[in-house]
T-cell receptor, first 113, second 115 residues
């Protein structure tokens, strides 16, 4: 499986943008880049995903490098509710009957008021 | 917005007892998963399930574990004879398609405590 590398932790101030980096230098051409987050005492929550082009949704933006070996999750204005562990995961297609996510350690985002 | 629901939220059991963890996936989803997270550790894949059979399982998912979709809405994880090391949060997830272009939707988990 292609692996991802993320910083263990990051800090941000409330109301400021946050850029969470992820390296995935061994990504294959068919791997989608997924981001999930896990708030304290909750299950993982889907944030955003993409393949080659940058993506935007109501939660965040995903910027994907042209060579696809890295990506950045962008929270445009961090709130205290965004404090969570953020996981960058490559979605591996195992077979036609489903596939799994391999979670790493993620980046613990702390948001200061 | 549809969500995955899990019951109970907390289950306490004695070592050697059987437990069944229940999940109701999103109604039009066809692919189902169980993950677990031991306190302070990473989220780990256990098993994926499609068309009434297991499509992939990890080394953790040994003979003590089984999954079932007993009706059109529930998806269960059974642990036959619990061990202390089975204590963890267990998360159910579902997705609409098997491709990388389809996100997984997770429930909020069942905390299993084995004493």
């Amino acid at each position: 499986d292609a692996k991802t590398t993320q910083p263990n932790s990051m800090e941000s101030n409330e109301e400021e943008p946050v850029h969470l980096p992820c390296n995935h230098s061994t990504i294959s051409g068919t791997d989608y880049i997924h981001w999930y987050r896990q708030l304290p005492s909750q299950g993982p929550e889907y944030v955003i995903h993409g393949l080659t082009s940058n993506v935007n949704n109501r939660m965040a933006s995903l910027a994907i490098a042209e060579d696809r070996k890295s990506s950045t999750l962008i929270l445009h204005r961090a709130t205290l509710r965004d404090a969570a562990v953020y996981y960058c995961i490559l979605r591996v297609l195992l077979n036609n009957a489903g596939n799994m996510l391999t979670f790493g350690g993620g980046t613990r985002l702390m948001v200061k008021p | 917005e549809p969500e995955v629901t899990q019951t109970p939220s907390h289950q306490v059991t004695q070592m050697g007892q059987e437990v069944i963890l229940r999940c109701v996936p999103i109604s039009n989803h066809l692919y189902f998963y169980w993950y677990r997270q031991i306190l302070g550790q990473k989220v780990e894949f256990l098993v994926s399930f499609y068309n009434n059979e297991i499509s992939e399982k990890s080394e953790i998912f040994d003979d003590q574990f089984s999954v079932e979709r007993p009706d059109g809405s529930n998806f269960t994880l059974k642990i036959r004879s619990t061990k202390l090391e089975d204590s963890a949060m267990y998360f159910c997830a579902s997705s609409g398609r098997p491709t990388g272009n389809s996100p997984l939707h997770f429930g909020n988990g069942t905390r299993l405590t084995v004493t």
